[in-house]
């Protein structure tokens, strides 16, 4: 019943990707890549990924779904329509997907509890049975990511503040003093435009 | 039938993956080849706790009881690290389309290639 419920959810991130594809609208787009977003946190869920799911629910589908927006506020809503020739795109898609459903095919089957991601015995088997007395939460995942994996989020931290740093340099300052010389192009009249084409 | 089952989960993942791969190869705009990004990305969490997962397992936060059986907490914690990061990605590069569109008026592939061809300086 939970793998069933699993793969209901796929099927629909599939139909949602599909969306994706064929939209032209873009705020249309990153709306469905929102609940794409949304539906893979309660895939999520159904997997016993409940940190994962609350990541994914906040930071996934809601600041990066935010960010796109105020990322289209500053350009334009419509992807131009292009008659381009992506046949050739398609083929390659299709060849690569094919290699790599070839590759499944030995792989552990869904839910398997031998496969060799759960017996290793210093990975996932350790962290069940030490980590209550070597780090102490009873959320394990808290205790791999904070103690065990430690530098792991450390690095993480460093690339979001890198980010931040990156994305300040290219927007931040100059934003304002470009607000304040010239304040007719300021971020609202490309949608305005926008609205204009659709009449 | 039984190996398409077992599979099925992998196979969605693909499909996902390539419809990412797809929109970033074949779309011209810029930000529908971030949300391709976006797409993939996602396709790659889902390929890891697809792989964390047991049968008749339950999240792995210490319970009392006997014979509890756990999901595997190690790929939730690699995909917790990776969301952050793919959004800190995704951040820069809109931030990126910011600045092109800011300077090119356009934020269409071709456009940009068109525009580049004719003043190699700017």
Redesign the interface.
């Known amino acids: 019943m939970e793998?069933l419920v699993?793969?209901v959810l796929?099927?629909f991130?599939?139909f949602i990707?599909?969306g994706?594809?064929v939209l032209r609208d873009?705020l249309g787009?990153?709306i469905l890549?929102g609940v794409?977003?949304l539906i893979?946190a309660g895939?999520?869920v159904v997997?016993?990924?409940?940190?994962?799911a609350f990541?994914?629910a906040a930071?996934?589908s809601g600041?990066?779904t935010i960010?796109?927006l105020?990322?289209?506020s500053?350009?334009?809503h419509k992807?131009?329509p292009?008659g381009?020739d992506?046949l050739a795109?398609?083929i390659?898609?299709?060849i690569?997907?094919g290699l790599?459903?070839y590759g499944?095919?030995d792989?552990?089957?869904?839910?398997?509890?031998d496969?060799a991601?759960?017996t290793h015995p210093e990975?996932?088997v350790r962290?069940?049975e030490q980590s209550?007395s070597e780090v102490g939460p009873?959320?394990?995942?808290t205790s791999?990511?904070a103690s065990y994996?430690g530098y792991?989020?450390l690095?993480?931290t460093l690339?979001?503040f890198?980010?931040?740093i990156?994305?300040l340099s290219?927007?931040g300052l100059k934003r304002t003093r470009?607000e304040d010389e010239a304040p007719e192009h300021a971020p609202g009249d490309t949608p305005s435009a926008d609205v204009d084409e659709r009449r | 039938m039984n190996q398409v089952i077992g599979l099925y989960s992998y196979w969605v993942v693909i499909v996902l993956m390539m419809a990412g791969l797809y929109i970033m190869i074949a779309r011209y705009n810029l930000v529908k080849k971030i949300i391709g990004l976006g797409l993939f990305q996602t396709s790659i969490f889902y390929l890891y706790i697809t792989l964390g997962k047991v049968d008749g397992g339950t999240a792995p936060i210490l319970i009392d009881g006997e014979n509890v059986v756990y999901s595997n907490p190690l790929p939730h914690v690699l995909i917790l690290t990776a969301i952050v990061v793919g959004v800190a990605t995704t951040a820069v590069a809109l931030a990126l389309v910011v600045r092109i569109h800011e300077a090119f008026g356009t934020i269409e592939e071709d456009e940009l290639k068109a525009i580049d061809a004719l003043e190699p300086d700017a």
């Open positions: 793998t699993a793969n796929l099927t991130l599939v990707a599909i994706i594809i873009l787009a990153v890549l794409y977003s893979a895939a999520f997997m016993d990924a409940v940190d994962v990541t994914e930071v996934g600041i990066s960010l796109f105020g990322c289209l500053f350009t334009q992807q131009k292009r381009h992506s795109a398609l390659f898609v299709v690569t997907g790599l459903i499944t095919l792989m552990p089957h869904y839910g398997r509890a496969s991601a759960q990975l996932a962290f069940l209550a009873p959320n394990i995942v791999v990511l994996r792991d989020t690095g993480e690339v979001v890198a980010a931040g990156a994305v290219l927007l470009r």
